[in-house]
């Protein structure tokens, strides 16, 4: 028998839904704005910048910290970002029906998949609250630094590959000085390589 109420924000739904019609219409609306929000952030050089309480950014002195903004290059990272939330989705999903098909690389197209799974998803999936909860997360994410308000920053992956090993595991951990290392591999970027490693990661 299935459940009376809707796997997110447990409303009631008609019988043949997991989810109910709202919730439906709303992951759909977030799922069409993340592009465009995702876009935005990486067209923006000022919004990958620290934040700064002065109205105009200070001269270059060795306490100004790195000039990059830690939690952006995480939500434009692909290994972090919400391609590497909604690939993995889109994979399980296809899993689910039978597709060998692989998942699209880019925001959009991950984005416009989603759409034309959600129909599938609401009315058969059973972690499909856990969906809409994550396509929320990364709509909130984004839509938070692109209109201003700023989280405290999450750990960023080392860019490093390691000739042996693959992909460094290890995290960047930022200094006073404005230098950036990780303490996995040794790699250490002084100030002015930094915006150069912001770059690198935004890729």
């Given at each position: ?23 439906q219409k709303t992951s759909v ?91 599938w998803a609401a009315s058969n999936h ?78």
């Amino acid at each position: 028998m299935s459940k009376t109420t809707c796997a997110y924000c447990h409303n009631s739904k008609d019988d043949d839904w997991i989810l109910c019609n709202n919730c439906q219409k709303t992951s759909v609306r977030w799922l069409r704005e993340i592009p465009k929000l995702h876009a935005a952030l990486d067209a923006d050089d000022w919004l990958k910048m620290p934040e700064r309480v002065e109205a105009e950014r200070p001269a270059r002195s060795a306490t100004r910290g790195a000039p990059a903004n830690l939690h952006v290059l995480v939500l434009l990272d692909k290994r972090t970002d919400v391609r590497a939330v909604f690939r993995s989705w889109v994979e399980e999903i296809h899993d689910r029906l039978g597709s060998n098909t692989k998942p699209p690389a880019d925001v959009r197209a991950l984005c416009d998949r989603l759409v034309e799974l959600m129909p599938w998803a609401a009315s058969n999936h059973p972690a499909v609250g856990d969906l809409v909860y994550e396509i929320k997360q990364q709509h909130k994410a984004l839509e938070r630094v692109v209109t201003g308000g700023r989280v405290p920053p999450k750990p960023v992956p080392c860019p490093v590959v390691i000739p042996d090993t693959g992909d460094c595991k290890g995290t960047l951990t930022l200094h006073d000085d404005g230098s950036v290392s990780c303490r996995v591999c040794g790699s250490v970027w002084q100030f002015d390589d930094w915006q150069r490693l912001g770059a690198l990661l935004a890729t």
